[in-house]
Structure formats: structure tokens, C-alpha cells
């Protein structure tokens, strides 16, 4: 589906986004929730305050030679702060996620379940598993709510859902990290990056 208008006050939803599972309209910040062709309002996007940010909708990331274009902006808040999540497809049209949080910057990409660690509890700070042939210990546990949300997305997000999370670090820096939410789990693997490695080309 790339030709969708808001069935809330009517606006154009940029065809970019359109087609993702997950889109939220720029005019009245509904979110809508896509499914087998029909669309459902799933509630309002939330406040995203305005703050410098590293990357905004439309913008293409460039780290070392890949380039990733920005369709989705979430912000989630953990007690102490708040981080960003960037939706992102790559020159492919794969999907991932690039976070950047108080000036580190991470891309990643979900790995199938079944090739991630098994069980729909956290594993415990300071836990270790194989994934991928690497040996990763968790590093960090916390949980974290969704405060808002922008663009589009391949996964239904809820402002105001709060979500467990782990990240976990192998020997030769991969970074893997889990979230979890009743009834659910999903994990991505990827890699830290210095923000200066990164470039970005301004979207229109």
C-alpha cells in the first residue's frame, strides 16, 4: 500500500511510509496501524519535543560507504533520560534501526527468533549466550516507555507502552539487544559507531 490517506482528518500520508506496517500522519499525529490492507487508528503519536537531533524523517545516514534512509522517529523514555530510535531501510530496502542515545550512535538489524536466545524473560544482568558464533554477555537491563512517535515503522508501537530491554556486548564489540512486552519478544544484532563516521544528506 503506497496511496494512503488519513481516515482522520483526510491528509496524505508521504508514500515512503506508507507502505510500512506502522505509520503515523504528520498533520494530526494519529497513529495508524496497517493491516491486510485495512487501516485502524491506533491512538495519537505523543509530544515529541523539538531538540537538535542528529538525524529527522527523510534524512539518509551514510557510515561506512551504507546508506540508510530515515522513515521513522520513536522516543523512549528510561527514568533517568531519553534516547532516540531512527527506522531506517538500507540501499536493499532491509530494514533496521540506528539509536542514538546521548551522542552514541548504534545500527542494528532483528534477527529471527530462532536464531536469537531462547525464553520470553530478560536474561539477567550479567547473563552469557551464543548467538551467531559469538559469545555475548548482558551488559545492561532496564525497561523503557514509548513518549512518541514519528513517520513509520515495520512493528506496531504504542506511546505511553512500556517495554523491557537488554543489551549485550561480545568480545569483539557486536552489540545485541532484546525487548520485551507482554506477550512478545524481538532481537537485534549490529554494531556501535562513532558519530563522526557518520554523514547525513538532508532529506526535501
Known sequence: MTDLNCPNC??????MIAGRRHVVCPSCGTSLLIEDEAVREAGQAGVMHDVPTLFRLGDTAIVAGDRFRILGHARFSYGRG???EFQAVDAEGLS??????????????PIPLDHAPRGTVPPALGAQF???????HVNEADEATCMALRGGFDEDLAVGE?????????????LLSGEFWPGGRAW???RWVD???????RGA
Do not use: H, K, L, M
Open 96 to 109: 533496521g534501526w540506528i539509536s542514538v542515545d546521548e551522542g552514541d550512535v548504534a545500527i542494528q538489524a
Open 162 to 174: 512500556t517495554y523491557r530491554f537488554v543489551n549485550a556486548v561480545s568480545a569483539t564489540g557486536r
Open 195 to 201: 558519530p563522526f563516521d557518520v554523514t547525513v544528506e
Open 188 to 190: 537485534f544484532v549490529g
Open 10 to 15: 483526510g491528509d496524505r500520508i508521504d508514500p
Open 130 to 136: 551464543n548467538v551467531g558464533g559469538e559469545r555475548y
Open 82 to 84: 531519553w534516547w532516540d
